[in-house]
Protein backbone atom coordinates (compact mmCIF):
# COMPACT_ATOMS: atom_id res chain seq x y z
CA UNK A 1 0.00 0.00 0.00
CA UNK A 2 1.68 3.00 -0.89
CA UNK A 3 0.70 6.70 -0.68
CA UNK A 4 2.34 9.72 -2.02
CA UNK A 5 2.12 12.92 -0.31
CA UNK A 6 2.61 16.30 -1.88
CA UNK A 7 3.16 19.04 0.26
CA UNK A 8 5.49 21.88 0.42
CA UNK A 9 6.25 21.76 4.37
CA UNK A 10 9.10 19.42 4.99
CA UNK A 11 7.64 19.03 8.54
CA UNK A 12 4.22 17.90 7.08
CA UNK A 13 5.70 15.43 4.96
CA UNK A 14 7.90 13.81 7.81
CA UNK A 15 4.91 13.58 10.27
CA UNK A 16 2.90 12.03 7.91
CA UNK A 17 5.28 9.68 6.20
CA UNK A 18 6.89 8.13 9.55
CA UNK A 19 2.80 7.43 11.20
CA UNK A 20 2.17 6.02 7.86
CA UNK A 21 5.90 4.39 7.61
CA UNK A 22 5.36 2.67 10.97
CA UNK A 23 2.16 0.97 10.07
CA UNK A 24 3.59 -0.42 7.28
CA UNK A 25 2.68 2.04 4.22
CA UNK A 26 4.97 2.74 1.95
CA UNK A 27 5.65 6.75 1.25
CA UNK A 28 6.33 8.57 -2.04
CA UNK A 29 7.31 12.40 -1.07
CA UNK A 30 7.06 15.48 -3.35
CA UNK A 31 7.41 18.69 -2.44
CA UNK A 32 5.03 20.77 -4.79
CA UNK A 33 2.45 19.75 -7.08
CA UNK A 34 4.63 19.51 -10.40
CA UNK A 35 6.70 16.96 -8.61
CA UNK A 36 3.72 15.07 -7.49
CA UNK A 37 2.38 14.84 -11.19
CA UNK A 38 5.73 13.14 -12.50
CA UNK A 39 5.91 10.95 -9.49
CA UNK A 40 2.24 9.65 -10.34
CA UNK A 41 2.80 9.53 -14.17
CA UNK A 42 6.32 7.37 -13.27
CA UNK A 43 6.33 6.42 -9.73
CA UNK A 44 9.57 5.96 -7.71
CA UNK A 45 11.88 2.41 -8.06
CA UNK A 46 8.47 0.61 -9.41
CA UNK A 47 6.26 1.98 -6.91
CA UNK A 48 3.31 3.89 -7.73
CA UNK A 49 0.81 5.44 -5.50
CA UNK A 50 -2.22 4.20 -4.39
CA UNK A 51 -3.39 6.98 -3.01
CA UNK A 52 -2.82 10.08 -2.66
CA UNK A 53 -2.59 13.08 0.17
CA UNK A 54 -2.54 16.42 -0.99
CA UNK A 55 -2.17 20.26 0.39
CA UNK A 56 -4.02 22.58 -1.53
CA UNK A 57 -1.58 25.71 -1.10
CA UNK A 58 1.45 24.70 -3.26
CA UNK A 59 4.26 26.76 -4.58
CA UNK A 60 3.68 27.22 -8.79
CA UNK A 61 0.18 24.61 -8.90
CA UNK A 62 -1.53 24.23 -6.64
CA UNK A 63 -3.90 21.19 -5.37
CA UNK A 64 -6.76 22.18 -7.20
CA UNK A 65 -4.79 22.51 -10.43
CA UNK A 66 -3.14 19.39 -10.23
CA UNK A 67 -6.42 17.57 -9.40
CA UNK A 68 -7.39 18.89 -12.95
CA UNK A 69 -4.35 17.50 -13.95
CA UNK A 70 -4.78 14.27 -12.62
CA UNK A 71 -7.85 14.41 -14.45
CA UNK A 72 -6.53 15.17 -17.74
CA UNK A 73 -3.68 12.83 -18.15
CA UNK A 74 -3.75 9.59 -19.54
CA UNK A 75 -0.49 8.51 -17.71
CA UNK A 76 -2.09 9.10 -14.52
CA UNK A 77 -4.36 6.19 -13.12
CA UNK A 78 -7.79 7.92 -13.17
CA UNK A 79 -9.43 6.40 -9.82
CA UNK A 80 -6.65 7.51 -7.34
CA UNK A 81 -8.41 7.93 -3.99
CA UNK A 82 -7.14 11.75 -2.42
CA UNK A 83 -7.22 12.46 0.81
CA UNK A 84 -6.50 16.48 0.53
CA UNK A 85 -4.94 18.42 3.85
CA UNK A 86 -5.12 22.00 4.07
CA UNK A 87 -4.53 24.77 6.38
CA UNK A 88 -7.53 27.00 5.09
CA UNK A 89 -11.07 26.42 6.54
CA UNK A 90 -11.93 28.08 3.02
CA UNK A 91 -10.45 25.71 0.84
CA UNK A 92 -12.25 22.78 3.21
CA UNK A 93 -15.40 24.25 2.86
CA UNK A 94 -15.26 24.53 -1.04
CA UNK A 95 -17.23 21.62 -2.53
CA UNK A 96 -15.29 18.79 -4.04
CA UNK A 97 -18.36 17.49 -5.78
CA UNK A 98 -16.32 18.36 -9.49
CA UNK A 99 -13.57 15.77 -7.87
CA UNK A 100 -14.82 12.32 -7.49
CA UNK A 101 -11.53 10.98 -5.65
CA UNK A 102 -11.43 13.11 -3.02
CA UNK A 103 -12.19 11.26 -0.22
CA UNK A 104 -11.93 13.25 2.47
CA UNK A 105 -10.85 16.93 3.36
CA UNK A 106 -8.62 17.73 6.97
CA UNK A 107 -7.92 20.45 7.92
CA UNK A 108 -4.24 21.47 9.46
CA UNK A 109 -3.09 21.00 11.90
CA UNK A 110 -4.18 17.03 11.66
CA UNK A 111 -3.86 14.56 14.89
CA UNK A 112 -2.49 10.96 13.60
CA UNK A 113 -5.65 9.56 14.45
CA UNK A 114 -7.19 11.98 11.59
CA UNK A 115 -4.57 11.43 9.66
CA UNK A 116 -4.81 7.51 9.82
CA UNK A 117 -8.02 7.25 9.36
CA UNK A 118 -8.37 9.35 6.45
CA UNK A 119 -6.01 7.33 4.41
CA UNK A 120 -7.16 3.79 5.72
CA UNK A 121 -10.31 4.85 4.23
CA UNK A 122 -9.01 6.26 0.99
CA UNK A 123 -7.16 2.37 0.96
CA UNK A 124 -11.04 0.85 1.26
CA UNK A 125 -12.09 2.80 -1.48
CA UNK A 126 -9.50 0.92 -3.67
CA UNK A 127 -9.93 -2.19 -2.84
CA UNK A 128 -13.71 -1.93 -2.74
Known amino acids: MTVLIVDDEANIRKFAAANLTRRGYRVIE???????????????????????????KLPGMSGWNLLEAIAGDPDVPQNIPVVIMTASVTDASISTAAYPNVVEVLVKPVSTDQLLR???NAFTRVTN
Open 118 to 120: AVQ
Open 30 to 56: AGDAEEGLERLRHGTAGDVAEVLLLDI
